[in-house]
Nanobody, 122 residues
Framework: QVQLQESGPGLVKPSQTLSLTCTVS??????????WSWFRQPPGKGLEWMGV???????SYSASLKSRTSISRDTTRNQFSLQLISVTPEDTAVYYC??????????????WGKGTLVTVSS
């Protein structure tokens, strides 16, 4: 029943801000103990966890991306969003949103979006 769908521009220019939204249907981002995360996978590379927003609104970020990353939510629209500032071509990747139980940190990510490719290029 739960579905996640990423949306946002597929092309971003260097130095600009990458903004994506994950729309959740079939489940609430506030009702229930879940954490809602962003991942990315650059071409030819592995999956990278970027950050998370938890059901209570708290956030956490990858150490390597913390200075450039912000995750927020719109509870009325049942959405959470990713902002990555000062992007470079190295930020080109398929971006995913996903959920898992919280505060069980080792729990699997049971639902994923299909991913959206974002290309950083001038």
């Amino acid at each position: 029943q739960v579905q996640l769908q990423e949306s946002g521009p597929g092309l971003v220019k260097p130095s600009q801000t990458l903004s994506l939204t994950c729309t959740v249907s079939g489940g609430s981002i506030t009702n229930g103990y879940y954490a809602w995360s962003w991942f990315r996978q650059p071409p030819g590379k592995g999956l990278e966890w970027m950050g998370v927003i938890v059901w209570d609104g708290s956030t956490s970020y990858s150490a390597s991306l913390k200075s450039r990353t912000s995750i927020s939510r719109d509870t009325t629209r049942n959405q959470f969003s990713l902002q990555l500032i000062s992007v470079t071509p190295e930020d080109t990747a398929v971006y995913y949103c996903a959920r898992r139980q919280s505060p069980i940190t080792a729990s699997p990510y049971d639902y994923w979006g299909k991913g959206t490719l974002v290309t950083v290029s001038s």
